[in-house]
């Protein structure tokens, strides 16, 4: 990996992340980190986890007991690796794995809380990048939807929580994933814009052999009178002030 290309994207509260110009991170892994409204026992897995973003954000964030994030970039987990080893928290460990091979590397039923911000294009859907990285940041190439929820079910304990973003036409088909693995839907957000503007993103949460019934809560906007909206300033919170 070319050291000119990596550089340090700072959080706040004294937190940053490596970053390269095919691992860095969006606004989606920023929502989901505050949508996953992890708790200081959560013991977490981020399934491509790719520079570490979600892991990270939360840990700034003083939440998590231990947290583990998985990819199969051996780049991608380079750089988290090397965040880990200046920031020092002593609660992030990183694995460079194919989801689908995780049995034996990684003790499944016994997380609370699994991210994952998928890739959201399903293969053959769109073109496909020769990048083989960016390739598999968008499309399903190395591993599918069902995959990444049928592993999600063996990670987590009774009551353990999946909280993904993906795209809104895609909704129907992660609910019944979910269903299917024994993750019952308990939570959805759309993410808009602005007001007026169809959602470009859901978040949602699946809780392990849990009880039916859903929240839906409110949409979140992410502009609001040609600025970001308050929530939004909330969210980005230190990540925003650690440029000013």
């Known amino acids: 990996m070319d050291e000119k290309l990596i550089k340090k994207e700072p959080l706040g509260n004294g937190f940053f992340v490596y970053v390269s110009p095919l691992h860095t991170f969006g606004t989606d892994a920023v929502l989901l980190a505050d949508f996953a409204a992890a708790r200081k026992n959560d013991r977490l897995v981020d399934l491509g986890t790719g520079c570490g973003i979600i892991p990270f954000l939360i840990l700034r964030n003083g939440c998590l007991s231990s947290a583990v994030g998985v990819d199969i970039s051996i780049e991608a987990t380079e750089l988290a690796q090397r965040t880990e080893s200046e920031l020092k928290t002593g609660k992030f460990t990183v694995l460079n794995a194919d989801l689908n091979t995780l049995k034996g590397r990684i003790e499944f039923g016994c ?11 399903a293969p053959g859907a769109g073109l496909k990048n020769p990048d083989s990285i960016k390739a598999a940041a968008r499309h399903e190439t190395e591993c599918t939807l069902r995959d990444i929820i049928e592993v999600s079910s063996k990670l987590l304990q009774t009551s353990g929580r999946l909280c993904i973003c993906h795209r809104p036409e895609r ?9 299917e693995y024994k993750l019952e839907p308990k939570r959805l957000r759309l993410v808009c814009q602005r007001d007026g503007t169809e959602p470009w993103l859901v978040l949602a949460e699946g809780r392990k052999c849990g009880n039916t019934g859903m929240r839906i809560e409110p949409p979140l906007y992410i502009e609001k009178n040609g600025g970001l909206s308050d929530e939004m300033i909330r969210i980005y919170g230190a990540y925003k002030e650690a440029y000013l």
């Open 111 to 121: 997380y609370t809380l699994v991210t994952c911000n998928p890739p959201y294009k």
């Open 171 to 179: 909704l129907a088909e992660l609910f019944s994933l979910m269903r």
